[in-house]
């Protein structure tokens, strides 16, 4: 079904749900990715490499979210300027479309065609 009257949105409040939501999944799933990155760094016998792939990973899970909030911020905003432009237009379309005058039959006319 489309959208017969497109309503301009908050550009604020649909660019920080989107960043909300993308801190959020970056909080769930970096913790894990980071885990596995300390494990496949980790060796039987303590090297200096070894070391700084675990801080690498950890410093990661914590930047993380931080990056992707400011990224689904954007990116939310972006979305909801793209819907309000599209939202403007259509607006704007339909008033045209409806400044037209309407055209009026003659009683006469419309009964003429109804005879049988």
């Not at 301009?8 to 990715?33: D, E, R, Y």
């Not at 792939?53 to 972006?78: E, Q, R």
Request: hydrophobic share 55%; glycine share 8%; aromatic share 8%.
């Amino acid at each position: 079904m489309p959208m017969t009257r497109p309503q301009p949105i908050n550009v604020l409040l649909a660019a920080s749900v989107s960043a909300a939501l993308h801190a959020g999944t970056a909080v769930l799933f970096f913790p894990v990715l980071s885990f596995c990155m300390l494990c496949w760094g980790a060796a039987p016998v303590q090297f200096k490499g070894t070391i700084a792939a675990a801080s690498d990973g950890m410093v990661l899970a914590v930047i993380a979210p931080l990056f992707f909030a400011g990224f689904g911020f954007v990116a939310g905003g972006l979305a909801a300027l793209g819907h309000n432009a599209f939202a403007k237009e259509h607006q704007q379309r339909t008033l045209a479309i409806s400044r037209e005058p309407a055209r009026a039959r003659s009683a006469s006319s419309a009964s003429l065609g109804n005879v049988a």
